[in-house]
């Protein structure tokens, strides 16, 4: 069975630095891409970043370049998003999820679990 | 703002059919494939069509796809309750090198 198991959630302050977690089990995770999901309290699902973990090559929409990294270890199957500078706006969950990437055709699926990222003073 | 564009809420009985959709334009629905999610209240998302319009396995035949042009549009039938949840499409868009999500269609089923 694929699956996708993401760190616990997070409340961090302003200014602080974080880097969150998604263990991937049940494939080959060095075949598939896989990404980060962001969705605001309340809000829509927004599409982060993806990377490839057998050459590590990445894709990140524009509105997330240079805010966040997307990484991935392909020695113990784990993606990992990290801030260096949070803030208040980056409070949301975050899903990680495989991405499947055909030609045209992309689609996520499976999708973790959640990790809930909370930024406050 | 999202480059797809879908209407906030929709609504139906019970029984009834429904259809969602997702305008976008030549650089992503109109160059690339559609894929749509349903998001239940408190959950993780989970795919429900892929390629526009195929079901993976475990995705009952009442959720249908399909693929005009710039937009997309999704279809159950034989409504639920428990169909009652946010759907997203999504799809790639050519211009942007990255992915992209519609704002969301809350169903709801009176």
């Known amino acids: 069975e694929v699956q996708l198991v993401q760190s616990g959630a997070e409340v961090k302050k302003p200014g602080e630095s974080l880097k969150i977690s998604c263990r991937a089990s049940?494939?080959?995770?060095?075949?598939?891409?896989i990404g980060w999901v962001r969705q605001m309290p309340g809000k829509g699902l927004e599409w982060m970043a993806i990377?490839?973990?057998?050459?590590?090559?990445?894709r990140y929409s524009p509105s997330f370049q240079g805010q966040v990294t997307i990484s991935a270890d392909k020695s113990i199957n784990t993606a990992y998003l990290q801030w260096n500078n949070l803030q208040a706006s980056d409070t949301a969950m975050y899903y990680c999820?495989?991405?499947?990437?055909?030609?045209?055709?992309?689609?996520?699926?499976?999708w973790g679990q959640g990790t809930l990222v909370t930024v406050s003073s | 703002q999202s480059v797809l564009t879908q209407p906030p809420s929709v609504s139906a009985a019970p029984g009834q059919k429904v259809t969602i959709s997702c305008s976008g334009s030549?650089?992503?629905?109109?160059?690339?494939?559609v894929s749509w999610y349903q998001q239940l209240p408190g959950t993780a998302p989970k795919l429900l069509i892929y390629?526009?319009?195929k079901r993976p396995s475990g995705i009952p035949d009442r959720f249908s796809g399909s693929k005009s042009g710039t937009s997309a549009t999704l279809g159950i039938t034989g409504l639920q309750t428990g169909d009652e949840a946010d759907y997203y499409c999504?799809?790639?868009?050519?211009?942007?090198?990255?992915?992209?999500f519609g704002g969301g269609t809350k169903l709801t089923v009176l």
């Open positions: 999820a495989r991405h499947e990437w055909k030609s045209a055709a992309h689609w996520f699926d499976p």
């Open positions: 049940g494939y080959g995770f060095t075949n598939y891409w």
């Open positions: 390629d526009n319009n």
């Open positions: 999504g799809t790639w868009d050519s211009s942007l090198r990255a992915g992209a």
């Open positions: 030549t650089s992503n629905i109109g160059d690339n494939y």
């Open positions: 990377i490839y973990p057998g050459d590590s090559e990445t």
